[in-house]
């Protein structure tokens, strides 16, 4: 059974960075397309960032040249560094292939406020 297990979101002011990480256990993490997504308050959930298994990076309109996708594969990883954060962009974070193949994980929740 896969497991997503998110991690490294907080409480951040206008402008300020994070960096999320997404853990991924029980699957052949190196062939998939991940993404990072997230569902703000009321919203549906949203693909804001996604990465293929050679490293070809795409994002959504609103993060991009704010938000970088990474991955590393020795470690089963993917990462989403998210600089100059906009209240906007407050919402719970899930990582999953871009087609959400696997079971959601818990998400990391980020709030951007002063």
């Known amino acids: 059974q896969v497991q997503l297990v998110e991690s490294g979101g907080g409480l951040v002011q206008p402008g300020g960075s994070l960096r999320l990480s997404c853990v991924v256990s029980g699957g052949i993490f190196s062939i998939y397309t991940m993404g990072w997504f997230r569902r703000a308050p009321g919203k549906q959930r949203e693909l804001v960032a996604g990465?293929?298994?050679?490293?070809?990076?795409n994002y959504a309109e609103p993060v991009k040249g704010r938000f970088t996708i990474s991955r590393d594969n020795a470690k089963n990883t993917v990462y989403l560094q998210m600089n100059s954060l906009k209240p906007e962009d407050t919402a719970v974070y899930y990582c999953n292939t871009a087609s959400g193949t696997f079971p959601w994980g818990q998400g990391t929740q980020v709030t951007v406020s002063s």
């Open positions: 990465i293929t298994s050679g490293g070809s990076t």
